[in-house]
């Protein structure tokens, strides 16, 4: 495993806050456009945090991949349909996006784990 995305996730909240909490205007600002850009409209929100995903890998922001990564899974997001974005944004990024691609990979696949129900026991 390269990351821990789920800790990784989990390990901003502190730092956010206190961004929150000191540039709180410009915050919730920024809180008000996230909102507004995710709600649906021409695209549901399941496909705006796979929109998401590509641009955190393509500007190479490990936070981003973790956060987004998180959010695609709660909005039901396949893995064959994040293999789909990321081999886009591949296309469009040469090698570097190949090596982020894998980072948005292992995120997805560590966020699906622990939102996945367990497994019945027999």
């Known amino acids: ?5 789920t800790a990784r ?10 961004l929150r909490g000191g540039a ?16 649906p ?3 549901d929100p399941k496909t705006k945090e796979l929109v998401a995903l590509a641009v955190g890998v393509a500007i190479r922001c490990d936070d981003c991949i973790a956060f ?10 396949t893995r064959e349909e994040i293999m789909e974005v990321l081999g886009t944004v591949i296309y469009m990024g040469a090698g570097p ?3 982020y691609s894998s980072h948005a990979v ?4 560590q966020f699906a784990a622990v939102a996945a129900p367990p497994a019945a026991a027999d």
């Open 1 to 5: 495993m390269y990351h821990d995305w």
């Open 9 to 18: 996730a989990a390990s901003l909240s502190g730092p956010l806050k206190e």
């Open 24 to 39: 709180s205007e410009v915050m919730k600002a920024f809180s008000g456009m996230a909102r507004e850009a995710l709600k």
């Open 41 to 43: 409209g021409a695209l």
């Open 68 to 77: 987004h990564a998180k959010a695609a899974v709660q909005q039901g997001a």
């Open 97 to 99: 996006s190949v090596m």
């Open 106 to 109: 292992e995120a997805f696949d």
